[in-house]
């Protein structure tokens, strides 16, 4: 007589008790990250007139915080899944508060612009584990819940950040002016960071390898070298080593890419794995995502300058007219991943053009105006258009590609995602700002003029590149 073992089932891990509440607390941390993408745009005038601060100064204002990001994001997220989380986050937050403390008191173009690099790179500390700490704390439809929130605030931060940007500089509160974008993320850090000691559980991956500290310092200097001589070169005429400098942050780059692809029998994770860039939907994804980010980017920062400078709109004006472009991404968000699983790249081609067109409305209307105070309502229509397309191209963008990258690589390719935004947004205000701030004495509306090309061209170009993703997506969840 034989007997049959049924083997018993693998323990279930009961849930946190307070995963939803760990879950808010990291939500209010990230969003400090969120708004501070879109709240400095509006503020970048006000921080020219106070500080004196050249135009490359401006654009740096901007890049820092990118660059910051998109050079710590990748280990970050390995160290966390390595160290733990909890530690991380925790790191993140009070360094976050301390460097937007260090941007509010900063009495200089220089002093502002190495505290926004550092914000950057304690964003980057912070970020990576609230997504870790999901995957991780929620499982099953708690989990697409959970992410649906994360998602569903950073695209509120989107109009937020441009409507706040505007309120903070315009109220002037204690005389801070400008400051005051940076100032208000203080005391939101110290309230996240002892909730987050109280509330936010410890988390990592016991089977996570070793984070490649050296390839990041590499992957760093290689983007910092790429974006430096684009933003200084038009002030110092194109000099030979600008050139020198730019062919060797692309060589570090790609070095880093071919040398991580022929290392083998080692525990380091590569922090860009070849097997991915082998995939030709990832590397193109890659790359739409990388012109979209340099296309918007480029444009608001020149926008708000237009504006501003030029129009004689003040920070909250700017920033209520600018939330038309928010409206837009509204009204298509809500069904652009189920229309991409349905009809894949098709969706993501049509968001590419309608931000062309939207972008190209607004460059017809400005087209041979005058710096004079002429209207936001010629503008709103061309932003809401925009912002349509912004729904249809960047929601989905990274469930389309998803579709061709194995599972294993699935998150990696997020976090590569992540950095090529970052970086595109980086190099849109390096490109995009340098030919603006170059056309700046002809008047700024002959400025954004010429600027826009630069701007349609890449959303025009993106359009183009979609054609080559797979032709469905995978679901959301």
Known sequence: MSTTVTPSPPPVTAPHPRRWAAAVVMMVAALMDLLDTTVVNVAIPSVGTDLHASPSELQWTVSAYLLGFAAALIVSGHLGDRLGRRALFLTGTAGFGLASLACGIAQTPGQLIAARAVQGVLAAVLVPQVIGSFRTLFQGRERGAAFGMYGAVAGFA??????????????????????????????????TLVAGALLVPATRERSAGRPDALGSLVLAGGLVAVVLPLVQGRENGWPLWGWICLAAGLLAVTGLGVFEARRHGTTTI??????????????????????????????????????????????????????AFSVGGFLTAPAADSLAVRYGRLVLGAGALLMAA??????????????????????????????????????????????????DLAGGASGIFSTAQQFGGALGAAVVGTVFFGHADDGLSQALGAAMPWV??????????????????????
């Not at 989107?158 to 315009?170: E, K, N, P, R, W």
């Not at 460059?363 to 932003?383: C, E, F, K, R």
């Open 158 to 191: 989107s109009a937020v950040g441009l409507l706040l940007g505007g309120v903070l500089t315009d109220a002037d509160l204690f005389g801070w002016g400008w400051r005051s974008v940076f100032l208000v993320n203080v005391p939101v850090a110290l309230a």
């Open 270 to 323: 590569p922090l860009l794995p070849a097997r991915a860039f082998r995939l030709p939907a990832f590397s193109v994804g890659v790359l739409v995502q990388l012109l979209f980010s340099l296309a918007m980017q480029g444009f608001f920062l020149a926008f708000a300058v237009r504006l501003q400078a030029g129009e004689g709109y003040t920070p909250l004006q700017a920033g209520l007219l600018t939330v």
């Open 358 to 407: 939207g972008h190209a409305w607004v460059w017809s209307a400005i087209d041979g105006a005058a710096d004079t105070h002429t209207g936001a309502w010629p503008l709103v229509p061309g932003l809401v258009v925009a912002g349509a397309g912004l729904g249809f191209l960047v929601v989905p963008l990274v469930n389309v590609v998803l579709s061709a990258v194995p599972a």
């Open 456 to 477: 349609t061209g890449g959303f025009v170009a993106c359009a183009g590149l979609c054609a080559l993703l797979p032709r469905t997506a995978v679901p959301h969840d």
